[in-house]
């Protein structure tokens, strides 16, 4: 049974008007289905396992370019050093020489291994730091949302739910890339389970 919202008077629950007072009545709104303890785990589950795999990608990736700028820059050296070396084996050659040879004789010898040297300490400096350091960062992020999760779950949702973090993973990271569109599609898929996690951790539930 219900009652009249403007008199009070009891009336039959599919009552449109108040018998009493002719007042109109809203009808009662159909209660949310609940649902239930594990698919909200599942989907939590879900979520966190995805930003795992992501996490664990972006450390690679990390790993990786550190490893490539370190080989990059230790070939530049070995370059630069076998410049001076060749250059003192060729003042050793003239010196022992009878024959005229121009001054400049041991820096031409030596400047393809210094340019080459150069070469490879520049590309190790401006391209694979660089990236080696967002992978880095993106790594130290995705543990920010991992840790979040428990206490509100829209931070880490709108991270995994947006197109931008897509774009980015596209740029500098194409295994992370995997993971964070099925992360972006489940995300989506699971919406009123979110919706009912995010109502819970927020009192409004």
Not at 134 to 150: H, P, T
Not at 167 to 172: Q, R, S
């Amino acid at each position: 049974m219900k009652y009249c919202s403007n008199c009070g008077k009891p009336l039959d629950d599919n009552a449109v008007f108040c018998g009493e007072c002719g007042a109109p009545q809203t009808p009662a709104a159909a209660p949310v289905p609940a649902i239930d303890q594990s698919a909200e785990n599942a989907a939590l589950d879900g979520m966190k396992k995805f930003l795992g795999y992501e996490h664990a990608s972006w450390k690679a990736g990390w790993i990786v370019l550190l490893c490539a700028m370190v080989i990059f820059i230790l070939a530049g050296v070995m370059f630069l050093l076998g410049g001076g070396a060749g250059t003192a084996i060729v003042n050793g050659i003239l010196n022992m020489s009878y024959d005229y040879y121009p001054e400049y004789a041991p820096y031409v010898a030596a400047a393809p291994f210094v340019t080459a040297g150069i070469v490879y300490i520049v590309i190790a400096l401006i391209v694979y730091l660089p990236l080696m350091i967002i992978n880095l960062k993106a790594m130290k992020r995705n543990e920010f949302y991992q840790n979040v999760m428990a206490t509100d779950v829209s931070v880490a949702r709108t991270r995994c739910t947006s197109v931008g973090m897509i774009v980015f993973a596209a740029l500098f990271n194409d295994i992370a890339l995997i993971f964070i569109i099925i992360n972006f599609v489940k995300t989506k898929n699971n919406r009123a389970v979110f919706d009912q996690i995010e109502a819970k951790q927020h009192g409004t539930y």
